[in-house]
């Protein structure tokens, strides 16, 4: 249903809520709270002074309203509670003067001074609250309100949309689960704490399921596949490679290396995720398991998540096979028409020996002549179903997945169980280590004149903030567009500052990340967009504000983009400098440590603020938190697919139709 047909909700409602990714009635209605207010309601007699507290009672005098100057008022009124008759005063609210009648409830919040027997209230609420009632948190985009939502959502739940509940029958009435209906709404408008447990119990249940049932479902379509062809057997080619490579390679790439090659020579098709740490060294990996596949014979394909890190990966890959025959190519979504139908071409006739590029490898024209391997680089896993499709005229293709995320092994072979996994741990040796430090917002002089240092030394600086603009609620943030202010102000513009995010045009992207590259730009104002991949061996300090805000996974990775030689590099987190989790990051520069704590650390209130994190966006689960249920749901979807999967699913609708879309994607 469209979200215009919703009372009150107009066009301009419609696209604020695009920007939350909600492009219909039932999104709104997957869209979970990330948390809740419960209010509590105070007994005035035990109030402590300069506390905010809630309090309910009756009105009992016709308001008094004075103006002060042009735009400033207040309302005077006395109220009856817990036995009491207080003066309250409310400043700006003289229109609702005629609303606050003698004899009717109220409830008030503000602070109460008890020797002016004053109660200073900064909030009205013209109806008596109950006892421990409940207000949904939504994670919010610029220019719309949680009361906003939370009315929108009000009404899509008057709707009566029917949701499809993704639990079979059987699993709801193992677990005694509530039904689909009653946990969309119990999780938007619960009335009490049980509601919002029932709730959840059920919906994360859901979600897991659903998951591990994608994640099952590869894995028994990957053990049934038949009919790859084996690559022969180069080893001693590859290895000649490998010596002529400008470093040796790490025990890990090593051993690495070993399970692609036994992979690539077997008859079962590969499924490798190879997993290190930024800056560990996976992409030398992959290009010699394309350089293998060659020999024998057959493509390969690379495909990376933006068109700077393929742009990035073609240009070294290039240097680093300038020594061999094979013939590397580089296909974007940007590149010429022309150019496009002459790469297509030599894929289809097998020219060409190695493309790199984006998801434009994907496209319906691509056609490869003998496609022996696909190579995806920073994978994000997420969208299990986002798997991709490169069609291919020769046989079942081997395929190869680096992430940087380092998710501990437990959780790995549950989310990944479809797949076998490599670790790199080991770093390429004479790497320093990043030094990191945590200062508070006040002490952005500091780090000024720290960043002023390093560019003196000719090197280059990253700066990072998760905003790309305001968003009401939290104005306290600095934005990119008033970092590159501040700082244009503090270095006196006689160092260059340039600013890149998502909402850049791909022409401006480039434009800012190659002045960057050739050294032109001395600071790089970034949204996380450089999150992955990017490689400038010259930028030797990277500042994150607003770091509290990020997962340390995620901290992690972006300061990996730095201390890339052997120049001394700093990381300064600005943040609160009593946060625990950001020393963890000033103590350690191990990626499995730092994410293992990570999991370890995250509170209950923390878990919903997971959307900076990147790689494992469930809407509501917590792979950490509802571990258990992950297995749980793990071994019940695996008996619900083996069950099924005889009669293709025929009873189960919904899981046919879930099929259906990952075999049409895959
Ligand atoms: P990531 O794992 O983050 O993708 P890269 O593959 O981009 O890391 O490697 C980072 C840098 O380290 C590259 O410049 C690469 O050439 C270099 N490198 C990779 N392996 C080694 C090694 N064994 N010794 C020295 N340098 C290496
Ligand atoms: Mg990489």
Redesign the pocket.
Known sequence: MELTKLKGLGEKSRDLLNNLNIFSVEDLLMYYPYGYNVYNISDINKANENEQIIIVGKVDSTPIARRFKRNFNSLSFRVFTSNKLINVVIFNRAFMKNNITPGSDITLIGKYNSLKNTFTASNILLSKIEEGSIESKYHLTSGISNKQISKYVDSALKENIALTDYIPEEYNDRYNFINKREAVYYIHKPSNIDEIKKAKLKLIYEELFTFMFKINYLKYVKSKEEGKEPKKDKKEEVDKFIDSLP????TD?IKTVEDIHTDLISDKRMNRLVC?????????VGVIASYECFLSGYQSALMAPTEILATQHYL?IKNLLKDTNMNVELLLGSTKKKDKEEIYRKLENGEIDLIIGTHALISEKVTFKNLGLVIT?EQHRFGVNQRNSLRNKGNIPDILY?S?TPIPRTYALTIYGDMDISL?KTK???RKEINTIIKSDKEIKDVLSLMLEEIKKGHQVYVVSPLIEESEEENTLTTVNELKEKLDIAFNKKVKVEILHGKLSKEDKEKVMDDFKEGKTKVLVSTTVIEV?V?VKNATMMVIFNAERFGLATLHQLR?RIG?NSLESTCILVGKNDNERLKVLEESNDGFYITEKDFEMRREGDLFGTRQSGDMSFKIADIKRDFKVLLKTKEDSEEFLLKNIKNGFKNEEKYYKIIDEMKRLD
């Open positions: 470093f040796s390679l790490t790439q290190g740490d930024v800056g560990s060294g996976k992409t030398i070294n680089d680096m940087a790199i390429p040796a004479g991949g490689d990996g890339r």
